[in-house]
């Protein structure tokens, strides 16, 4: 992790040409201003559930996980057993609070249940036949295990259907091994406000929570909402919220959000200008020759490309921003260069640093060029650009 308080300048350490500078006081931010929106009306009972999955939506897991730990956030959340104990591992030994970390996956394999066991990690539990194996190694290995119960209330993707949850939450509650802390299911919609879709799914997971409760077992934890169901379905029956794209700085889709509540990018990609050529009028820019000089100019070389996650589908299309001034991606996007015909008198010189996306040219712009959501953009950004941690 390279951590540098304040402005990345006043460091003598070299940076790369590109890199990802992630933003932690953003980060924390964001996470403050959905803790307050959730708990407005709650008096500070809602806990967070931060989704920390996919690297951490792109912004390095381990080190956002940490920092949002200490944050005091409640939950971590992840995808997959993998990604889990990479990070409980992380937590344990670099932060100062042990914060659970509940994995959304599914558990069907021994071998990593073992490992799973032995850390901080609550086990979601979508299947009978991974409750029994579960039970059961618990019992050899003399623990009780912390599980939550996935519900599948209408993206059909994971977990118990609603029409079976009640029957297998009460032969699970009879394992004496596994401890039935909370149950959690997902909207399929819940970006679109009002959407009946997402109400329906609501009132079936209320009803199937209150007839589970009333006859079988009570949860400590009961969350349905992301970020689209905090901002259009938060709904005070719950106790647990699980942000994702938000604490990042992005909404699900900006143009069906009702309220704005004030979360900024946490990532900028940044580049340089590492070389300048003049061309004549009528020049083809890059492969497949699709950009031709409209006059004499001058033509910059960015090295960024696909190989880091810069979509193809930019060429010609998406803006970069040198010294406060935007300029057009022309030619095809390379896997390693990106090009742009600045001018006859941009001023621009070499080492000139470029602003892929961030706070003022967001990573939605370039979604919206590549028919896609932020998530991809941010998320596609490859493991061979290094993050910078910053804090201001």
């Not at 409980?88 to 990593?112: A, F, Q, R």
Request: glycine letters at 6%; one cysteine or more; charged letters at 25%.
């Amino acid at each position: 992790m390279s951590l540098r308080k304040n402005t990345i300048g006043k460091s003598n350490k070299p940076l790369p040409d590109t890199y990802a500078e992630i933003n932690l006081s953003a980060l924390k931010n964001n996470f403050e201003v959905i803790k307050s929106a959730v708990n407005s009306k709650k008096n500070g009972k809602v806990k967070i559930c931060s989704v920390v999955k996919a690297d951490g939506y792109g912004h390095g897991m381990n080190e956002v996980g940490k920092y949002l730990s200490e944050a005091g956030t409640d939950y971590l959340a992840t995808a997959d057993y993998y990604e889990s104990i990479v990070l409980s591992d992380h937590l344990k030994k670099y932060s100062k609070k042990n914060t659970p970390v509940l994995c959304m996956g599914i558990l069907n394999d021994e071998k990593i249940a073992v490992k799973v066991l032995k850390r901080n990690i609550e086990v979601s539990i979508a299947d009978i036949n991974s409750a029994v194996m579960l039970n059961d190694l618990a019992g050899k290995m003399n623990l009780k295990v912390n599980i939550q119960a996935q519900i599948d209330t209408g993206i059909n993707r994971t977990g118990f259907k609603s029409a079976d949850a009640y029957e297998a939450i009460k032969m699970i509650a009879g394992l004496k091994n596994l401890n039935l802390k909370g149950i959690y299911s997902h909207f399929a919609t819940s970006e679109i406000p009002n959407n009946s879709y997402s109400k329906k799914q609501l009132a079936d997971f209320k009803k199937l929570i209150s007839e589970t409760e009333h006859n079988i077992v009570k949860f400590d934890l009961k969350h349905i909402c992301n970020t689209g169901g905090i901002l259009n379905f938060c709904d005070p029956y719950f106790n647990m919220v699980r942000p994702g794209i938000s604490l990042y700085g992005y909404y699900p889709d900006r143009k069906k959000i009702v309220k704005d509540i004030g979360i900024t990018p946490v990532m900028e990609l940044k580049s340089k200008v590492k070389f300048i050529k003049t061309l004549d009028k009528n020049q083809s820019i890059s492969y497949d020759r699709t950009y031709f000089t409209k006059q004499k100019t001058q033509v910059i070389s960015i090295p960024v490309g696909y190989g880091d996650g810069y979509s193809r589908q930019l060429s010609n299309k998406a803006k970069v921003l040198i010294n406060g001034k935007f300029k057009t991606v022309t030619g095809k996007v390379c896997m390693d260069w990106i090009m742009a015909d600045v001018g006859p008198d941009s001023g621009i010189i070499e080492n000139d640093e470029v602003i892929l996306f961030g706070n003022e040219y967001p990573a939605y712009k370039l979604s919206d060029i590549m028919n896609t959501i932020p998530y991809e953009v941010i998320c596609g950004i490859t493991k061979r650009v290094k993050r910078i941690y910053t804090e201001n």
